[in-house]
């Protein structure tokens, strides 16, 4: 394609590059049409540019753009070369102190807590870092894109505007100056000119509406006939629809489909077709038939290329121009100018208007090009922000109009700007008092919810997706209200007030169009059918509760304006009734000689609305009148003689009486939706401007009327009237078997309604309903949700409510009321109720749900009974009532009020089953002793001369009246006081009782006659006495009982075993014998113990029993048994690696036999330590994979292990395992069965032995492989082979294992080898017993690192998991060789020693630096045995082991001198020359003299000593595990402790000289050969000469990488990609991976996955430590299977693609 193309351009090209920016701008100068002359060089030149082809080539397009159509305007603009005009500009341009950096999606941003006017205000990191801010309590979150920063910005920050960076440009800021006095004359004018003329034709290019003809001043002469099929994006259609659809209409394939879609969506258009008319609009249809069948089609339009092609460069243009004025504050300013200017037509013709108006019209990418125009250029320059804010709010309307209808999100809508324009102060105070906003709002916000019932009230259809769709767009607007609310007005002028108020006309019309909406009426008979609507009503609701509120606190603000509003709301409330009997009857109510006129109204039978915001208005409206003392200064300006009390509470009652009735069932027919309804009338989102308020209604109205009344009504609403006014109902319905069902509903709504009476005589916590403060508030709901039990700081967070800044207020008071208790290594820092608070917990608070009730109750007596106290919960000491609400109290001391009380007693005393409930009778205690609180502070603050009204004790203390008398109150309580059936309330009876004397000897301590003080305390202590004795005998009659019990069990007892007496002497025989048994465990003297060698300590055999998990069968491991395995899991490993760049090129050829020293790639096996008969695995694994086939079939779902890789999950703890390792004796004993001989041969001899035996194989093996022709010739060759003494080359041991231990030992082999090197498995392959024994050393490794970095002592006590492990991998590993090919181990013996000891034929090996000495030694002593059973002149296993122990660790001290390369420093001790340090050094001499003197020089030898010390140190640390697992000689209890470095106890247990230096000593001859032999590989003097590198000793262990301390430096660092989520992954293979909790936490001890809360985090080094200590013990692959197996949604996730 590119072939065809080249010529075309290379013409098109040269008329272009001939065109000279320079010319072409000084002909524009010259001109007298200048408008003429650019428009004709457009129309000449854009379409040669843009638009040739298919497919655009953005880079050439732009390169020519600017050189022949932009070049000419910005030399214009200059008057001289550009480059040099523009840096003029700049220097002469005074910086901006706005930073107004545009977000980009995901872009972190953060938010002070303290000094932000409102969340909306936010910084980038660049300020952020550099502001006072950081120290703050600040926000992070994450940016959805398109806000910008705003920092210099005075409006936006209480403290602290500027940065450091911006500070710098504020010094010389003086009263707003014209920044064009910057510019000359000549450069204004060309600039005017030049803007005017290319922002007009960028409006016009982009708001032109025809496909195929140009406006007249582009058009060109000749038009070719090239359109494009363009398509549109729309938020319809899903990609797949959109991606099938093109691949039908332009038969491309799926890829460029794709690719279509994607760009259609990331830019809002792409052209899909290019050619003649005719072939775009066939394309066209096809699209648009395709898609038009469910809903609207897709937009498809053909256009001529040249229209498409000055699009193009009409958006280019834009970008420049936003380019072009970061020069300079002039320029900006001039584009402003152009921009807002009024066009010829009058209103709304400038073009900004024009392109705001057209927002809908145009595409994403249009739209995002010019908002950000408009964002770098009129919302940066304070004098034209005022101005476009004017221009937006006069347009309003239309502009919101155009958003509802359109499809795309708000982030691409104009709209999206109210956010950067009324969260402004200054700007939407002036926009509400000029243009009057606020009214404009609500206005268009109420002619988009059209749909009204009869009464005018809103009606919502059905919430399908679309009505949801377009409700949310609508919502917006009351997003819009609310940035306009969010800053109070600290002055107030006129005109301000007088549009607030016509705003709260509006706004009380919404409220209005909601009162009463979606009525419910309760179902009879059966369920209701259809599920009525109310989310759209209730997410109105939510979404206008912070509005509600703000509303409130604006009036607070000016005591004119509320006085207004709350006339305004009551008139509004008063219409809403219309008149209130609306055709219900009045009906006269009368109780213990009252009466009351009310209506015949009853919840359960007529329409009632939960939806109420007038009423609750008006509440709010009516506390601020109580706080603000309005109330008291202007009595005769409040209507507050003309309130009906009875109409203000008649629906917040109705209301809460629903609530009751659905909590007593009678609504059940009414299905979830009510049940839903009333879950959010309470919930915390919702309560503040809906329970809260019709609780304060309910308050208003009882403290307006007389108390009596007021219940009257209320029982009448609860419908439980004829209850209280019939006597002897309780005698009625225990005779008559009345419905249950009914008795029980009706005992829900008593409890129901004495708890509403608890909640307004208690709730007086809001200021202005009672004399508290906004803290004391908070406290209380604080000290009520700690009481249920300790919450987290999040919890606390969500269950207080938050204000419309997103804050609880809760920092500042939590200190008071909480103690902080910091995290563990998992879980979160929780806050717990300081015990001095306890006393303030009211059981009965109005925000508790029932469930946190009876906890928060449970919690509360628990805690009491813990502290030794009565578990009474009395309610607490109330503030008093403002004024206004004082007259509330007296409802506790009303006639019928004592009636309600007096009657649920009697009921209680006359015990029938029915009637009364216990927590009936709880909530009448509460009640009373509420009374009592109340007249006790009454009495304690009571004026001289006053006389307290509140007489409660006096009424509780008569008899009842007529008919016949009744008890007292007082009296009652007394006779339930020892009532058997109340044990629970006894102590709250006690504690009344109490009180209630109390209360009497205040009064008469106040009044004169001290008589009857006695009497009331001789009643107290005579029902203490009484209540003691009675304790007593209870407890005695228990005692007594005891005794009685006791006796008969031991007479049962002597019975038994008189009867079974030789039973008993056999089970106490045995005993002995099993703790005899028990007690000479390895009983191993306590000399010093050595681990290998002809010396090492005997170890008595012990038996060993286990049992297996799988059938519970106990089992001797013994060598013949059926094989015992433990569950294992073998991985590869890196964790060790000192080079990551190393992996394994090729599996199949790779030879593992020597490890490198930068352990680069080694295999870990871990276990989980249960034990099972090898063939119980075998069933339970041959279950495990049937039903992986058959799930297989079933559903493709992964699981969270890999069958086909072996894995299986361990029977008992579901721990993830791919093999198992079979449990044997020590193995070393089995061999080592023959004779000892004394004299066993030192090194140099040993070494000799060995390399004979080990020549006579060679010969050996490689006559095998000789043809068989000359056989009589052989035979002479073997006879003249002098096969060394005692040595039998065609001896085969027998096998001692039975064939299931065998089966195992090939199996677990089999699985190292196949994970190790990640190949096929192959039990006969000769790198099988390699990898068992570098899978023993290098998991010893690993476990003796582990040790060492945690500072642990060698043999500390390990986990018996691991303990277990290790023993069975090393007897494994040391057994593995008796199920391998004999001649293959001893080729593998062979080679592993001539790397020390040199042979004849072994040529490739490598040299010393390059093996892993611990993986050579493991080698070497597990394969001798092979060599050894063929062995018969006497030489021990434990001589060889011992030799191979002393060569290995004597390579290792030459590797260690080799590559110590520490410098000497001044620190020289040289006193400390002892005999060692002199042989190091003598033996560095030699090493020196043997490299030729490429060694550097040392002269202290206490340096070489402690770096060999130190260096050898791992190495020993790890020999001590391996012979001590494999020998089973016990740990001498010296390396146990720890502390000191042990070395000494080491060289002991290892059979080592103290000095190890000796070795050399020893044996000089033949060290001084091998080690001249090391020297001279060539590997060692590239070392030497600084050609390579090689790991020197001791190696570092490896760490995860250092985070930093502070996450937003973190996300900083990673910003470039983006970071959403503070989460680890653990990843392993493709398909295992899981979430585990970051390192980072808050200030409370939480993380914050996502950024949801946004406080700071910061890093934990404990976690991270964990997580580092878990990579460390190779537990990842166990803490993903845990997980995935815990959350099944883990194992579906393609985790390699994260």
Request: glycine share 4%.
């Amino acid at each position: 394609m590119a072939s065809e193309l080249e010529p075309e351009v290379q013409g098109l090209d040269r008329s272009l590059l001939e065109c000279s920016a320079e010319e072409t701008a000084g002909k524009w100068l010259q001109a007298t049409d200048l408008t003429r002359e650019v428009n004709q060089h457009l129309a000449h030149y854009v379409p040669k540019i843009y638009c040739r082809g298919p497919n655009p080539f953005p880079q050439k397009e732009d390169m020519l753009a600017h050189q022949v159509l932009l070049g000419p305007m910005e030399w214009y603009l200059c008057g001289e070369d550009p480059e040099l005009g523009f840096s003029k500009l700049e220097q002469t341009n005074k910086p901006s102190h706005l930073c107004g950096r545009v977000f980009k999606v995901g872009e972190p941003t953060y938010s002070c807590r303290d000094c932000a006017v409102d969340p909306t205000c936010v910084l980038c990191m660049e300020c952020f870092l550099g502001s006072i801010h950081r120290d703050h309590r600040y926000r992070m979150t994450t940016s959805g894109g398109g806000g910008f920063c705003d920092c210099g910005d005075t409006e936006a920050w209480k403290e602290g505007p500027y940065c450091q960076k911006h500070e710098l440009n504020t010094s010389e800021i003086e009263e707003e100056e014209d920044p064009l006095v910057h510019l000359s004359e000549d450069v204004i004018a060309r600039t005017y000119n030049i803007f005017a003329i290319m922002f007009r034709y960028a409006v016009e290019i982009l708001t032109w509406e025809k496909e195929s003809e140009l406006p007249p001043d582009l058009e060109m002469v000749e038009k070719s006939d090239t359109y494009y099929c363009m398509l549109f994006n729309d938020e319809v259609h899903t990609y797949e629809q959109v991606i099938y659809t093109l691949q039908k209409a332009v038969n491309c394939t799926q890829k460029e489909a794709i690719g279509f879609a994607t760009t259609v969506d990331r830019d809002g258009r792409r052209s899909v077709r290019y050619g003649d008319f005719q072939y775009c609009e066939q394309a066209k249809s096809v699209i648009v038939r395709n898609t038009s069948r469910q809903t609207k089609p897709l937009k498809v339009q053909v256009m001529h290329s040249s229209i498409v092609a000055h699009q193009n460069f009409g958006l280019k243009l834009l970008s420049w121009l936003g380019s072009i004025i970061g020069y300079s504050d002039g320029l900006r300013r001039i584009l402003c100018q152009v921009g807002l200017q009024e066009g010829p037509n009058g209103e709304n013709s400038s073009l900004v208007d024009r392109l705001m108006l057209s927002d809908s019209k145009l595409w994403k990418g249009a739209r995002s090009v010019y908002h950000q125009l408009f964002m770098s250029s009129l919302l940066m320059d304070l004098k034209y922000k005022k101005l476009f804010a004017v221009r937006f709010a006069k347009n309003y309307e239309r502009l919101q109009s155009d958003y509802v209808t359109d499809d795309h999100d708000r982030e691409f809508s104009i709209a999206d700007l109210s956010v950067q324009i009324f969260t402004v102060p200054s700007l939407a105070r002036m926009l509400i008092t000029e243009e009057n906003l606020m009214t404009i709002i609500i206005k268009t916000f109420m002619d988009h919810l059209r749909h009204r019932d009869a009464q005018g009230r809103f009606q919502f259809e059905r919430y399908t997706a679309l009505q949801a769709f377009k409700f949310r767009r609508v919502q917006s607007l009351i997003l819009d209200l609310k940035y306009v609310l969010i800053s109070k007005p600290t002055e107030w002028s006129d005109d301000l007030r007088q549009k607030f108020l016509e705003g709260f006309d509006a706004f009380l019309e919404l409220l209005k169009c909601m009162q009463g909406m979606d009525p419910v009426t309760r179902q009879v008979g059966q369920h209701i059918e259809m599920e009525p609507e109310w989310e759209a009503a209730f997410t109105l609701q939510m979404k206008l509760t912070h509005v509600i509120s703000m509303m409130q606190d604006w009036c607070a603000l000016d005591e004119k304006v509320l006085i207004e509003a709350y006339k305004k709301c009551l008139a509004v409330l008063t219409q809403c009734h219309g008149g209130f009997t609306d055709g219900e009857q009045p009906v006269t109510l009368s109780i213990c000689g009252h009466s009351v006129e009310t209506i015949r109204y009853c919840v359960s039978k007529e329409k009632v609305s939960i939806h109420l915001p007038v009423s609750r208005l008006l509440a709010g409206l009516h506390v601020l009148v109580s706080k603000s003392e309005v109330a008291y200064k202007f009595p005769e300006l409040l209507p507050l003689s003309e309130l009906s009390p009875p109409m203000l509470i008649e629906h917040p009652l109705r209301c809460l009486v629903l609530c009751a009735q659905v909590h007593a069932g009678m609504w059940r027919r009414n299905g979830f939706s009510l049940v839903n309804q009333i879950y959010y009338y309470h919930n915390v989102k919702c309560r503040r401007e809906m329970f809260d308020k019709d609780i304060v209604m309910l308050q208003t109205g009882v403290s307006m009327m007389d108390p009596n009344h007021f219940l009257m009504i209320m029982l009448s609403r609860f419908e439980l009237h004829q209850i209280f006014s019939t006597p002897d109902y309780g005698k009625k319905i225990s005779s008559e078997t009345t419905h249950k069902d009914l008795v029980q509903q009706n005992n829900t709504l008593i409890e129901e309604m004495l708890y509403l009476i608890i909640m307004l005589v208690g709730e007086r916590f809001s200021p202005g309903v009672g004399q508290v403060n906004a803290t004391d508030e908070i406290k209380r709901e604080i000290i009520h949700q700690l009481s249920i039990k300790p919450m987290a700081h999040s919890e606390l967070v969500k269950s207080l409510p938050e204000d419309e800044n997103k804050e609880t207020g809760m920092e500042s008071v939590i200190e008071a009321v909480a103690h902080f208790k910091k995290p563990g290594l998992t879980g979160r820092g929780m806050y717990e109720l300081k015990p001095e608070c306890a006393k303030e917990f009211n059981l009965y608070f109005y925000h508790f749900s029932r469930a946190e009730q009876s906890k928060a109750e449970e919690a509360q007596r628990k805690l009491k009974r813990q502290n030794k106290e009565d578990t009474a919960l009395p309610p607490p000491v109330l503030p008093p009532f403002c004024p206004l609400f004082a007259s509330l109290v007296n409802i506790l001391q009303s006639d019928v009020m004592l009636l309600i009380m007096r009657t649920v007693l009697q009921w209680t005393v006359e015990h029938n089953g029915h009637v009364w409930s216990e927590s009936m009778l709880q909530r009448v205690l509460h009640l009373i002793g509420m009374a009592l609180q109340e007249e006790k502070q009454h009495l304690e603050n009571v004026m001289e001369e006053h006389v307290v009204t509140f007489t409660f004790t006096q009424k509780i203390s008569k008899p009842g009246e007529a008919p016949h008398n009744s008890p007292s109150i007082l009296a009652m309580l007394e006779t339930l006081q020892n009532a058997p059936y109340l044990e629970v309330h006894k102590d709250m009876i006690k504690w009344i009782l109490k009180t209630f004397n109390a209360i009497k000897k205040i009064r008469e301590s106040s009044s004169t006659s001290p008589v009857a003080e006695t009497e009331g305390t001789i009643m107290e202590e005579s029902s203490r006495d009484k209540d003691k004795a009675e304790r007593k005998r209870k407890a005695e009659i228990a005692r007594l009982r005891r005794e009685k019990i006791m006796a008969q069990m031991s007479e049962m007892q002597r019975h038994f075993i008189d009867e079974n007496k030789e039973l008993f002497q056999q089970t106490l025989e045995l005993d002995a014998s099993i703790s005899a048994v028990l007690d000479n465990s390895p009983m191993v003297s306590d000399t010093t113990r050595t681990a290998l060698g002809p010396a090492q300590t005997p170890v008595p055999e012990q038996r060993q029993f286990v049992t297996c998990i799988l059938c519970q069968e106990e089992q001797e491991v013994k060598v013949e048994s059926r094989a015992m395995v433990l569950a294992a899991f073998v991985q590869r490993s890196t964790v060790l690696s000192k080079n990551r760049s190393k992996f394994i090129q090729d599996p199949e050829k790779y030879d593992p036999l020597f490890m490198h020293p930068d352990l680069s790639c080694g295999t870990h096996t871990g276990s989980c330590g249960h034990i099972m008969h090898a063939h119980c695995w075998q069933r339970y694994f041959d279950s495990v994979q049937a039903k992986e086939q058959r799930r297989q079939q079933r559903l493709r779902l992964h699981t969270s292990y890999d069958v086909e890789n072996g894995e299986f999950l361990c029977p008992l703890c579901e721990c993830l395992s791919n093999t198992v390792i079979p449990l044997l004796l020590p193995p070393r004993n089995i061999f080592n069965s023959r004779l000892h001989f004394s004299d066993q041969p030192n090194l140099t001899q040993w070494i000799r032995t060995i390399s004979q035996q080990i020549k006579a194989l060679q010969v050996l093996r490689k006559e095998e492989n000789t043809p068989n022709t000359a056989l009589s010739k052989n035979l002479e060759n073997v006879d003249e082979l002098q096969l060394p003494e005692g040595f039998r080359p065609d001896f085969h041991p027998k096998n001692p294992y039975s064939e299931s231990i065998k089966e195992m030992l090939t199996t677990f082999g089999t699985a190292t080898y196949k994970v190790g090197l990640k190949v096929h498995p192959n039990e006969e392959d000769p790198r099988v017993p390699i990898m068992c024994w570098g899978s023993c050393a290098y998991t010893i490794q690993s476990i003796e690192r582990i040790l060492n970095d945690e500072d642990k002592p060698l043999f500390s006590p390990l986990p018996c998991r691991l303990d277990d492990c290790l023993r069975s991998l090393t007897r494994f590993a040391a057994a593995h060789w008796t199920v391998a090919s004999l001649s293959v181990v001893q080729g593998h013996f062979c080679k592993l020693f001539a790397s020390l000891v040199p042979g004849d034929n072994h040529g490739d090996l490598p040299c010393i630096l390059d093996i892993d000495m611990f993986h050579l030694l493991v080698g070497l002593v597990l394969a001798f045995p092979a060599l050894q059973c063929q062995d018969f002149s006497g030489i021990s296993l434990g001589t060889g082991d011992l030799h191979i122990f002393h060569l290995v660790t004597m390579a290792h001290i030459i590797q260690i001198l080799l590559t110590s390369c520490t410098e000497e420093n001044g620190m020289d001790q040289e006193n400390a020359s002892g005999e060692e340090e002199l042989a190091v050094l003598a033996l560095y001499k030699t090493l020196h003299q043997y490299t030729g003197s490429a060694l550097k020089e040392m002269h202290s030898g206490w340096h070489l000593l402690r770096n060999v010390r130190a260096g050898i140190m791992p190495f020993l640390r790890c020999s001590a595990l391996f012979f001590h697992y494999l020998n089973g000689v016990p740990s001498p209890p010296e390396i146990q402790a720890s502390g000191t470095s042990h070395f000494e106890h080491l060289c002991n247990y290892l059979s080592l000289p103290n000095n190890f230096i000796c070795l050399f000593q020893e044996n000089k001859e033949i060290m001084k050969l091998l080690i001249e032999s090391w020297c001279h590989n060539i590997e060692v003097k590239r070392y030497l000469e600084g050609e390579r590198d090689a790991i020197s000793y001791p190696r570092e262990s490896n760490k995860l990488i250092d985070l930093p301390e502070d996450y937003s430096s973190l996300i900083n660092q990673a910003s470039n990609f983006l970071v959403r989520e503070c989460q680890v992954l653990f990843l392993a293979g493709k398909t295992k991976g899981c979430f585990y909790s970051p390192p980072y936490l808050d200030d409370y001890g939480e993380t914050d996955q996502g950024l949801r809360r946004g406080n700071p985090l910061h890093l934990c080094r404990e976690r991270f430590k964990k997580i580092q200590k878990l990579w460390h013990q190779h537990s990842i692959t166990e803490e993903i299977g845990h997980a995935q197996e815990a959350n099944q949604t883990l194992v579906g996730i393609d985790w390699q693609h994260l």
